[in-house]
């Protein structure tokens, strides 16, 4: 039995239990007198019989898939000769592989081996033989938990606290993924990143001002000792994204404005989707127009200016980021304006103040904590962009404040150090897990001051 099919029969059995719980509720009401005797709804008889069917079958289910194939391999290995279980690890790891993959019908050489097809044939008859017993063992876990709350349903029992208890540890359950997974994150750059340090000095990366990852196979080719430091690179990504939130902070905070104080119903209905069409255009179309359009007009009006405009600047790529990111700004900005209370701003009318006034006193400092928020989650955004600064920005590491010449950024780094088949070795490979942890680092402060100024100003408008 297939791994769909069961969880279909999983969830035809969850939900027969439903209906079984909830018809044991009213047979059990109409003997005792009518729905008034039972503690709870028989809705909720029925959801605690579900549950009860369908977490304990749904755990087994993904404890059976995450060990079978562990369990499968070591039985096969077992069964192979005992010259072969000798192999090293990497080598009785082929075999295995070549007895996966020739029980998929797939030949890895001409002639088929007696052993490896007699492997594959005792793993054929393990995967079935486990299958069903997995199929059976669930179903009748499953049949016995319907038939045992059925068993106990009684006038009296709390089934609607049940619920709720059971509900509450599922939420708990779900929350708690999200945090396990950033501490595994964390925790998965932090022991590459400190290997890379082991071999490269921590103030040599963080204050190193040549950034050239490169390493020669030998000793004595040229530039066989990378430069490792990150402010060029960390100094391109604070520039970029200076120059995308100079364009996105203030037009995505005007439309906000516009569309939350100004614009009548009609053109709000408009305006906003055609506004936040520029979120949904992929980001590699952004990097053509930066590439196509944006670059060369930049260059040529530099040219005629007399500066010296290269073919791929940072303006360009910032310049487009910030549009797009305008979005971002403008939809959190206008839903956080829209959400201050409609009170403030006819107290402030009624004490004289002007619209324009209102706007700017009142609902603006009201609405400052959730702004700050979609600031931030903006600049977030563009330190991550990857597809546009490569682009339109280059792959140049150079230290320069200079907007119009070629910079590169954290993220592009990243992902040029580990494009192909690399090996989780060399400096150069774990350098982009320094990097990532640097970016970690720096958007945690971000996120740090923010949160301080919303405090701030929520304590002095709450």
Request: one cysteine or more; hydrophobic letters at 55%.
């Amino acid at each position: 039995m297939s791994s769909s099919l069961l969880l279909i029969v999983l969830l035809v059995l969850t939900l027969v239990g439903y209906i079984l719980g909830r018809r044991r509720a009213v047979a059990m009401a109409g003997v005792a007198g009518g729905s008034a005797t039972l503690h709870s709804r028989p809705a909720y008889y029925g959801l605690l019989t579900a549950l009860w069917c369908g977490l304990p079958t749904f755990v087994l289910f993904l404890i059976w898939q995450f060990t079978e194939p562990a369990i499968i391999k070591g039985l096969v290995v077992a069964g192979l000769p005992p010259e072969m279980q000798k192999l090293p690890a990497n080598r009785l790891g082929l075999v295995f592989n070549e007895i996966r993959i020739l029980t998929g019908g797939s030949l890895v050489s001409g002639t088929r081996d007696a052993v490896i097809q007699a492997a594959a044939d005792h793993y054929l008859h393990l995967k079935n033989l486990g299958s069903w017993i997995r199929g059976g063992t669930l179903f009748v876990l499953g049949l016995g938990a319907i038939s045992i709350l059925c068993s106990r349903i009684t006038t009296e029992m709390r089934a609607r606290n049940r619920v709720e208890k059971i509900s509450r540890m599922i939420l708990l359950f779900c929350s708690t993924i999200a945090i396990f997974t950033t501490v595994g994150i964390i925790l998965s750059v932090l022991f590459e990143a400190l290997r890379f340090f082991q071999t490269i000095p921590l103030t040599d990366f963080l204050f190193g001002l040549k950034w050239s990852p490169q390493m020669a196979i030998r000793a004595d080719q040229v530039g066989s000792s990378g430069a490792f430091g990150a402010v060029p690179v960390l100094a391109g990504t604070m520039m970029i994204t200076a120059i995308a939130m100079s364009v996105a902070v203030p037009i995505g905070l005007m439309a906000a404005v516009y569309l939350s104080e100004y614009a009548t119903k009609k053109v709000r209905t408009v305006a906003k989707p055609l506004l936040e069409i520029l979120a949904g255009i992929p980001t590699v179309v952004y990097g053509f127009f930066a590439a196509l359009t944006v670059a060369p007009f930049i260059r040529e009006s530099g040219g005629l200016l007399g500066l010296d405009v290269s073919s791929e600047s940072a303006i360009a790529a910032g310049l487009v980021m910030g549009i797009m990111i305008i979005p971002f700004v403008s939809s959190l900005s206008d839903d956080v304006i829209h959400a201050v209370p409609q009170a403030m701003r006819d107290a402030s009318l009624g004490l004289g103040a002007t619209h324009s006034e209102t706007i700017r006193l009142v609902v603006l400092p009201a609405a400052l904590p959730g702004i700050v928020g979609g600031v931030l989650l903006a600049v977030s955004r563009a330190i991550g962009e990857t597809m546009i600064v490569v682009m339109a920005a280059g792959l140049s590491a150079n230290l320069t404040a200079n907007p119009l010449k070629a910079v590169t950024t954290v993220t592009v780094q990243i992902v040029t150090l580990l494009v192909g088949d690399q090996e989780f070795d060399s400096p150069k490979t774990l350098a982009a897990f320094a990097l990532g942890l640097l970016l970690f680092v720096v958007t945690l402060i971000l996120n740090v001051i923010a949160l301080v100024v919303v405090r701030k100003y929520r304590e002095q408008y709450e």
